[in-house]
Every structure is written in C-alpha cells, then in structure tokens.
C-alpha cells in the first residue's frame, strides 16, 4: 500500500517536473518546482514510514521549510532582482 | 506583553509536544529554547494580535471543520473537471469584499480563499480581494459571502 | 603535564584564536592576538622537534579513540620540522603584517584579516600534523579556503580574479585528493596513516591503489603547483596583500610538498610511487620544466611581485626534483630546499612588502635608484636573490649542491647540467632588479622615499638573514633533512658524501 | 479496531494519492498559468491532507503524529501563501489570465 | 542486489558527473556557470563516496573502548563534512563573483580578461 | 505591489514556531545524527524569510552583523573549547568522557555542547552570508 | 701574529677597511688615508708570509664548516702566495693611481668605488689563499659580483649593457661550467681539497679532457677565447678599474685558478700522462696570435690593451697545460711579470685621457714631448710587455719558451715568438707616434703638460719595478720551483 503511494508520489513529481520543463513562463515554472517541493514531502514522510525511519518527518518538516522560503526567495529576487530590499513595516515583496 | 507570555506558553506546548523526553535537561532546554524564541520574536516585532492571534481562541476551532469540508467539496469539483475529457471549465476574475476590520481578518479570508481548490486569491487590497476562479459558478458561490460571513464571526465582528 | 598534549595545541591554539580574533573586532588586538599565538606556536613547535629528535615519533589519539578508529595526530622527524618552518615564518611575518596590513587592507576588516590569516595558519599545521589521511584533507581546505578569503583582500581588483581563479584550481585539486583518500580508503577500510601504510603492503598490484594514488598525486601536484599546473600562482601571490603574498609563498606550497612526500614514500611506499607508477619518469622532466619556464618567465616580467611568483614555479621545481630521485642524498635536498626555500622567499616577498609600502608599487620602472633610499629593504632583496641564484655562502646553495650531487650520484648527467644552467636564469632575473634599483637614477616625479618601518624591515632581515646564516651553517638543516629524508626511506641516515 | 484503522489508513492513502495525481494532472492539462494554480492546489490540499492522515492513523498517539500534524499544518499555511505570492507577483508582471468568454467580467478591473 | 547494481553502475555516475563538471569548469565563460561545474564536479566525489558507504558495507571498524553510546557512521560524517567544505567553497566562490561583479561590471570571463590587459 | 499581507501576516505567525523547531533540532540532535547542523539551517532560514519579508534594513537591526559574526565566532570556540575543557581535566583533546563523573553522561554532555557549537556557528554563517549576498543589486 | 692567524685575517682585513672606508665617505681625505693604510697592512700581513712559506711552511686557516667535508678554509702554497703578493703590493700604486684619476675626472659615487676595490682586494686574497675548490669558487664569483659596480661606474646606458656582458660571460661560464666541474670533482674524488698530488687519480682519463675544459672556459677570467668578449667590454670603466681587472685582481685570478686547477686537481704528473689539455693548448696558442692580431687593428689605446691581455692571458694558460717544470715556472711568472707591466700601461693611457682626453693612438702625435714621464713609463711597461730584456718580461718569455721545447712542441715557439713580434706591432708605436712632432703641440713650443703628480709617480714605480724584477727574480723563482719539486 506504501508503494502505491510511493508510485503516486513519484507520477505527481514526473508531472509537475514536465510542467518545469514545458513552461512556458517563468511562474508556470516556479509554481511546478513548488508542487514538486510538496510532492517531495509527503514522498520523504511515506519513505520515512516504508523504511521505519521516522526521523525523516523531521527531514520532510525542513524541506517544506525551505520549499517555502525558496518560492518567496525566487519571486522577490524576480521582482526586484535582489532578496534585501527593504519592505518596511508594510511587509513587501 | 500579554501576548509574549501567552507566545511562549503555546511554544512550550509544542515544545513538549514535540520533545518526548521528559527529563529534567530537556525540559530545562525548552524553557531557555521558548524564552530564546520568544526574545528574539519580541526583537523582529512579531508578537502582536497578527503574529499570534489567541485572541480568536474557539471560535477559530469552530471555523477550522467547516474550511475543511468546503475544501474537500471543492477539491472534488475541481478534480472532476480536471479529469473530464472536455476540461469543462470557465476562468473568471472576480472581486469581492472582505469585510474583516483587521489585516489579519482579511488575509485569513485571502488565504481560505487560496486554499479551497477553484478559487486563488491574487490581490488584498483596501479591503478588496481580486480572486481568480476556476469557473463561473465557483466564482458566483464565492460571491454569495458564506466565507466571508463565517470569517467574520470568528474575528468576533459579526 | 601540558607536554603530552603539545601535538594538538599546537593546532587547536591557533584554531581558538581566530574566533577570538572575530570577537575582538580589533585590528590591534587581534593583530597581538595572531602574533602571541604565532609565537606560542613556534614555542611548541621547536618543542616537539627537539623530543621526536630524541626519541620515537608522538602518537596522539583525539578524543581518546586510540588509533586507528580515531583521529592521530602524529609527530615525526619529518613534519616536526615542517611545523617549526611553518610556525617561524608565521611568527616572523606577524611582526611584519602589523604596519603592512594597516596600510593594505581596509580598517574594518584588519581583524577579519587576522581571523583567516590564524584560520590559514591552523589549516597549514593541521595538515603537517594529523595522522589521519581526511582529516589531512579537511585542514587542507581549511587553509585554502581562508587562503582564497586572504588573497582577494588584495588593493587591486585583479586580487579578486586571482582568488577566483585559485579557487577553482585549487577545489580541483581537493576535490582529486578526496578521490585518493577515498579510494585508498575503500581499499583498506582505514584513514589512519600508519595503519593505512601497514595495510597496503602486498596490494602495490592492486588497480585501486594505483588509480587511488594517481589522484593523490594530482591534486597534490595542483595544490603545491607543480608545472603545468602552477596556473593559480602568479596571479594569487602577485596581487594578494604583501603580507599574505610572502605567508603563502614561504608555506603553502611547502606542506603540499609535505603531504606528496607523506603519500608518496610513508603510505603507499616507493614501491607504488616508483615501480608501479612511473612517477620517476614523469615528475623530473615535469621539474626540470618548471625550473626553466619558470625561470624564463620571471625574466620577463616587469611586476617583481610576480617575477618571484614564477620564480616560486621554477624553485618547487627544484623541490620537487628532489623528490624524484628517491635517494637520500636527493631527498635529502629537497627537504633542505623546502626549508631554506621558504625563508628566502619568504624573506624577499617581505622585502617586497616594504617597498610597496612605500611606493605603493613593485613595478621595475617605478623601483629605480631604490637601493639609496631604502638600502636595508634592498641589500635584503638582493641577499634573498642570490639565495634563489644558489650562490655560496646562502642557503640556496646548499640545497642545490645536494640536488647536483644526488643528480650526479644517479648518474643524471644532464639533469645536474639543466640545474646549474636555471641558475644562470635566476641570476638574471635577479640582476635585472639589482640593476634598476642600484645602478638606475631615481626618477625625479618620485616624492622622498624613506625606509619602511623597523617593524617591517626586521622581520625582513631576520628571515634573510636566516637563510644567509644556514647557507653558512648547514649543520641543523641538512642534519634534520637526511634525518627526515631516512625516516621516509625508512633507512638508516648515514654520514653525508 | 486494528484492522479498521488499517483498512482506513489504507484508504486514506489511496484516495489521497489519487488527488495528488489528479492535481498533477490538473497542472499538466490546464490551459494557463491562473488555472494551473488551481490543479497545484488539490495535490497541497487534500492530495497532502489525506496522504498525511492516512500515515498518522498508522502512527497512532505518537510523537510521529504530532510532526505529521505539524509538517500538514505547515503545508496548509505555507502551500496557499505561496500560490497567492505567485500568483500575485504574476499579475503585478502583467501576465493575463485566459478568461472564459461569457464569463463575467469583474466590475471594475 | 541493490549493492551489486549500485556497484556496477555508481563509477559510471561518478565518472560521467565528473567529466560533466570538469568540461564546465574549464570552458571559459560565466564565472558562475563555473562554480556550478565545480559542484557539478564535487558532487561526483560524494556519489563516490554514498555509494563506498554501500559498497563496502562495514569496513568501518566501529569500536569504542568502555563507550557503546555512540557509534562511528564514518561515511556519513565524511560525506556530510565534504559537502559543508563544498558548500563552503561554494559561498566563497559566489562571494568572489559577487565582488568580482562589482569591481568589473560583468561576470563574463573573457570581458574580465579585455579589461585587464594593459591599454 | 506595494504591500503584501498575506506574506507578512504568515510570516509572522511561523516564525516563531520555526525558530522553536530549530532548537528542538538542536537539543534532541544526539537522538538523531547530526542535530547541530540541521538546527542552524532551520534556525537560519528562519532569519532569511524574515529578511527577504521584511527587508534587509530591518533584519539587520535585529540581527546586526557584527553580532553574527561574533556568533560564528562564538560557536566555534564552543566547539573548540570543550575539546580544550577535556584536555584540562585530564583527558586527551575532544575527550568528552572526563567532562563529568560519568564517562557516559560526560560524552553526552560533550556532544550537547559541541552540537551547540555547530549549529550556532552553522546559523550565523549562513545568516552572514545570506547577509552579504542580499542587497547587493542584480 | 702567527703565520695562521695572519692567513685567516687576511682576506678580512679589507672587508674591515671597507667598511671603515664607507664610514668615512663623507670625507674624502679621510676616506682615502684608510685606503691607503688598508693597503699597506695588506701588503705587509701577505708578505709577512713569505718567509714561512719559502721555507716550506704551508699556514693554513678555516673559516667555517659549510657542509660536511666541506669549509672556507686557506692555505697558504707557493702559487697562491706569488698571486697574493702582486695583488696586494700592486693595490697600493693603484690607490694612489686611483686617487689622482678620480679627483681629476670628478667622478662620482666615489666612497662606493673605494669600497668595491677594496671588497675586491679581499677577493683577490681568498682566491689566493682558497684551501679548496670551493672557497677558491666563492671568492671568485664574490670578486666578480664587487667589480661589477666598478665596471658600470659611469651609470651610462652603454656601462650598463657592457655590465650586463661582464656578468653575465663571467657568472655564467663560473656556474655552467666551472660550478659543474667542481661538482663533477666532487663527485668523483669525495673531496674539493687542493692537494699537491691531485684528485682525479680514479677519474677515467677519457673524461679528464672534458673536465679539463670545463674546468678552463669555466674559468672565464682567464678569458681564453670564445669567452673573451667580457674583458674588452669592461673598458668602459675608469682607468684605475682597468688597472685592477688587467693588473691587479681579476684576470689574475682567472689565470691563477687555471694554474691551480692544473697543479693541485689534476696533478702535474696526472697532465703528463694522460694529457688532457692538447686540444686546448691550441685554442691557447690560438688566443695568443688572435687576440695580438686584433689588438694591433684597435685604434684606441685602451681597447688595445684589452685585446693584448687576452693574448697574455693565454701565456699563462698555455704554460699550464704544458705543465712541464719550465712551463709552470714561465705561467707564474707570467703572471707576476705581466702585472707589473700591464699596470704601467694603463696607468699611462689613464694619464694622457687626463691630461689630453686622447683615448686613440692615432691622435697621440705630440704627446710624449708634452708628457715625456708618462711616455717613459709606457715605453718600460711595453717592453716588459713584448718580453725584452732588461725587463721582467723576459723571464717568463723565456720560460715558457723553454717548457715548449722541453715538451717537444716547436710549433709553440714559434706561436711565442711570432706573438712578441706582434706585442712590438702594436706597442712601440704608440711611444714612437707619440714623439712625432703633430697635434695642438705642433704649433707651440712643447711645454710640459703632465697628468698630476698621483697619477704619473705610480706608472714609474710600476715601469722602475718591471726593471727590478728583471733583475730580481729569484724568490719568485724559487717560490715557484716549488711548485714542481717540492
Ligand atoms: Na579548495
Ligand atoms: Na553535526
């Protein structure tokens, strides 16, 4: 049943990496890398599971993390070309 | 300052939560860990009504059961189209109103918005939010401010 | 009670001390910092050399995991010597660096300077110190990286390219030497040298050791830049900070040719080196091109910052030639080469430096009539020239007289011809600074030029004068070099020819 | 009770793995990049949501549960922020949604 | 099985990555698109290195005298130290490249190199 | 776009709860392999998603770089320093066992301390470099 | 003072007025008293030995132990104590020559001219006094490297590329070769000792020839040709300078070392078995007549005698490989004689560039009536020179004459002979032109228009001395003999 998953897991991720590679903007490319990031997610927990290494949640838990940061990292430096720019209180990307 | 205790109150509980090893060392960890967090969140001036709203306490546990029954009716819908041979599908753009008085009123309505399939909000602003629907319909359901009004008793305004 | 733990202070001290350098974020402070700790170092080092002189080599087990499960610092005839090269030159260019690098590095970052410059420092001890073959790799890139961070503190923008450039090369050259150690330990299921040597024994026909030790070899023969991949030097030591320029020079290359010699002859043994691999065969012409290229090359250039960087090619070459002969006698001279090489160089750079303080430059045209308006920074430089020449009387000639002789007691006529002939090139070289900076007016646009600091011309004279002083008495220095130079061999030094 | 947990956990699984798929699909098929937003949503939503559940029904009253809890809390506060983001910073670029044509047009945009 | 499969093809992987890395870091252009071949070509060591781990299984003497609390997973905290000192070469290279741009206006190779020859 | 709500809003509720998680990485590390290293990634990335919300202006208040630095500092010397408590009291460098009574609560204790020491030194670092890199223009 | 410590502080003792001489360059007479004191002293330490060693004492001193084996050591032998002896009696002459040039020309960097030749001197005597090849070798590369600033004096472009050729046919020849050979020595005979016996009894007399010629182009001082080019190039340097490479030090020390190479590494006995040296007793003989060709076609005077010491040069050389007992009697006083006469010359040419600013022999009409001292001297240095008796000259004519026919080689008498014939060609003329009535004088009644007192006094001495030696010769000879009967 794992494995279902698993497969499952993996066809969502062979999709969304063709959505990567098809494009055709910039935001077609960035939203398929974000869904791949969360298919990798729930690939590591189901993994942590299929291998008894429940350690791996924590892996899953930093690499939604940083799936997260690198989308509002790579939008900002789209925008601006440069992640520092100041935002003030208003909170701006 | 309220909001601080009650921060680091909450982080201890995910601390324990979390932990599972309730020895004196870790235990005494996650105070000086929770009293860390909550100093520096103090220093990036995120604790406030936005950054840590208990004020909502159970009405938002109210609101929690009903955004996940709507989330799977929709994702139903959506996955329904998506699968259809004919990709029966309508794009819309439309604006609604939040009604919510604070920020964080309004950004929970954004974003329930984006997590209910069919409907991504693409704008907050002034109060408005533009919203892309996936079909007409959905946009029209959107429309009829069932959400907006739940939101709106959990922000206790209505 | 602290004597047992001499073979790790000696590389966690400064190790502590560049965090504090951080801390301090006093370009003084942390200056004093470096220095005290530079001469501790030394303190430690002349320690250790003068009790493995004595007696056996220092087993020191980190973390109380007796080797070969744990990391083993181990001191020998061979790297205690090294670690007293290294730990001199440190000590003597911290004198130096004080008013140099307030004059060439930007105010805010003098301590960060010092941070990396101690980093550097660990990482060059580090590696002549472990026992263990990744963590050798480990303080290799330690020093390298903090030695990429040195060299772009350069004034000049191509510091940056430099730095940019010696990176790449150099993180080649790491990346083939963790090839080896990988591979040399997927054979012998070890990382502690000693235990690796024991267990290759028998395997010299195993094509893992040799592809192992190949890699090794390479990414060895880049870090220390043995013709043709000296690509990275010129450039780094031309543009980097004087005091750095002359550091790296004196050191750098010089426990790479350390770490080979560990490979080549107490790990894998002459046996793989010499017999398998025809490392006899490829290294000599690969040295003998180095010294001429080299050589030819510096003639040409007008920056003397870079004149003595190819320079620095051509005499590795020497090294390195050395090396290959696997004979007492030629070991024997590259060890003493090693050595009196990094106090000359070190020493002529520092001259180098002085000037640069003042002039702001080290281009030939700008350095006429120098010899009246600095004549200790000068009379250093063209001590240290005649040292690089081979002239009796420096230490030059020493080393190049074992070289000729081993050559000769090969019976590689021709090589001993080729040795003698780049020495007719060094001297040219050198005499085109000598002439321009003695027997050339100074140019009148060139407001007066004083004297650098004593505290830059001291440290200066000390390292020159050293090489003067061994290349009058040899005794310490051929004396500890056949002693190491046996102990690679693994025979019995003997009296000298 | 263990073999309905199972049997329910399997199913969650199942189901939740179908809606991944399906949103991948969705991500592939859909014609634009507004609507693409949609299809991302239903394997971050329910695709994730169910996947999760399914593996702390396995888990039961466990520390492994409470950070499956936590990775789905995170991911339902994360995945719609950053579909907003972009889709936001997509509108702002000036990139213009494919609309339906007897669809109704906002009133003002 | 999946220790004989790895074995026979993992020196595959390793070489083809380190061919791959080794042709972008040394033909000239982006100074970036250099750094990425050099992780290109470090990364061909730590696949090296995962797959001994594998290969080799237990090699690794795991002792400890008196203490059984910890272990020794020596390719682990081999791999893991090799790429914190790749990840730090890294930071370090893209720091130059950063200042490099801003001493030069470009991170072109060959325009760096029209800059620098003497007028 | 000028303003962002829903980002800003976000980020203040998890940032936080992040930060929380890295130290309980951090302290629950010798449970699992490693801990220090993945406690300063999480608790660093912490500090960039503030930044790139709120700007590097103001995550520099907060975090002023000569601080980090210091950090970086700081930790490593932790790291160092326990090794050179162990040479004090009487054991080789980096021998923890001699830290406390107990061979076995000493190594703990030492592997607690170093971990500290990585990942403080691991958090800052990236901090700094993060510092560095952002802001300077493309 | 004992005959050892005197030989260990010899060479030191103008390395102390050396310095002392740079202390006092702010005060030229200051300065200049301690030259000539400093000469002196030397003279006399050097000749205190003379006794000790006619007697057959051999005093001897290390410096210091530079590798196993291997020192700076001295000691003091019959060849090196002839050497020592010219240089040091022959540095005073000079120093006064030096002064009288100097002030009259103004030159420049004086105090740094003063202290090259006295860092020189103490050159000269460590070749002279070198217990080994390689204290012999150091001392020589050193005296090459304190006469390049003399030879480059003027500063000029056209000093600097004749520098540039001094240094590098000197420095690379020494190091090529001579460096090698010694290397090779070393190799082969475990030691660089001087011994009366030689080295090379084990060598394979195949190679001897080869190492022998190493040995002498390595030697570029002793300028035997193709590696001659340095001397003539060297000219350009103040006339006192000339007088020290072509008199005083330095190409004495190249010849110096050829004979001692030749008596003490290869051993007399070992040259007259295995002859070694034919092919280059040719390329000797062949220097003597080509060098005395080209120099009878150099217009100006100075280049004319470069040219002529070449072709002295090779005397000694020749006599050296020879090495029969009247040929190495006739290369040593070679030496001795071709000092004292060469000195004479420059010190005339010098004079007349002072007094005249002639510096070609076709100009010189005129000059011996108003410089008839000058004149006087030339025409007794030139004699010596061509090897006339009464002149010291003769004498090592004769013996080299005499250790050609004993080696059964006419054909190097007739080398010898057809050489003198040439000295005269292009020596007498030059005394004979200048009595000729022409020039500025021409118009007015001749009337003495000498160089200053300091530079004509030392051209008499030296000329006078060319005349004593012709009559005492004895304690060099019997220094000499030495040499070959021990
Ligand atoms: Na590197
Ligand atoms: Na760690």
Redesign the pocket.
Known sequence: MFSAALVAILVTMALALARALLGPTVYDRILAVNMFGTATVLLIAVLGFFTGRPDFLDIALVYALINFIGTVAVLKFLRYGDLGRAGGKEGEI | MAHAISLALVLYGLWLLLSGHYEPLLLGFGVLSCALVVAIALRMDVVDKEGHPVHLGWRALAYWPWLLLEIAKSNIDVARRVLHPALPISPTLVRVKASQSSDLGQVIYANSITLTPGTVSIELEDGMIDVHALTGETAAALEAGEMNRRILAMMGEA | MITPHLPVLQVVLPLLAAPVCVLLRNGRLAWLLALVVGWVSLLIAVLLLVRVLDGPPLSYAIGGWAPPWGIEYRIDRLNAFLLVIVATIDAVVLVYARASVEREIDPDRVYLFYAAFLLCFTGLLGIAATGDAFNLFVFLEISSLSSYALIAMGRDRRALTAAYQYLIMGTIGATFILIGVGLAYMVTGTLNMADMADRLVGLTGNRTVRVAFAFLTVGLSLKLALFPLHLWLPNAYAYAPSTVTAFLAATATKVSVYALLRFTFSIFGADVAFEVLPLDLILPPLAILAMFVGSLVAIFQDDVKRMLAYSSVAQIGYIVLGISFASLDGLTAGIVHLFNHALTKGGLFLALGCVFYRLGSVRLEDMRGLGRRMPLAMAAFVAGGLGLIGVPLTAGFVSKWYLVVAALENGWWPVAVLVLASSLLALVYVWRVVEVVYFQPAPRERGEVREAPLSMVLPTWVLIGASVYFGVDTSVTVGVARAAAALLLQVTPGAGP | MGVVVDLASWALLLVGSAFAVTGGIGVVRLPDFYTRLHGAGVTDTLGAGLILAGLMLQAGFTLVTVKLILILVFVFFTGPTATHALAKAAMGSGLKPLLHPEGRRPSNI | MIGDALGLYNYWIVIVLMMVGFYVVISRGNLVKKIVGLNIFQTSVFVLYISMGWVEGGTAPILAPGVELYSNPLPHVLI?TAIVVGVATTALGLALVVRIREAYGTIEEDEIHRQDEPT | MRHHVVLRVVAKLLIPLILLFALYVQFH?DYG??????AGVIFASAFILYAIIFGLPIARQVARPGVVRALVALGLLLYAGVGVAGLLLGGNYLDYSVLAANPVSGQHLGILL??FG??TTVAAVMVAIFFSFAGRGR | MSPETTVAAAPLLPLVGAVLIWLAGRRPNLREGVTLVTAGLLFLAVASLLPTVLAGGRPAAVWLELLPGLAIAFRVEPLGMLFALVASLLWIPNSVYSIGYMRAHREEHQTRFYVCFAVALACAVGVAFAANLLTLFLFYEMLTLSTYPLVTHAGTQAAMRSGRLYLGILIGTSIGFFLLAILWTYAAAGTLDFRPEGLLGGVDPGLLPVLLALYVFGIGKAAVMPFHRWLPAAMVAPTPVSALLHAVAVVKAGVFAVLKVVVYVFGLDLMQAAHPGDWLIWLAAFTILAASLVALGKDNLKARLAYSTISQLSYVVLGALLATTAGIVGGGMQILMHAFGKITLFFCAGAIIIATHKENVSEMRGVGRTMPFTMFAFLLGSLSVIGLPPFGGSWSKWYLMLGALDAGRLALVAVLMASSLLNIAYLLPVVVRSYFPGGEAAASPARLAEAPLACVVPALFTGAACLALFLYPDPFYRLLLQLVAP
């Open positions: 893991l | 590390g392999p490693g801990g220090g290293f993945q170093v971990e990585v990942g």
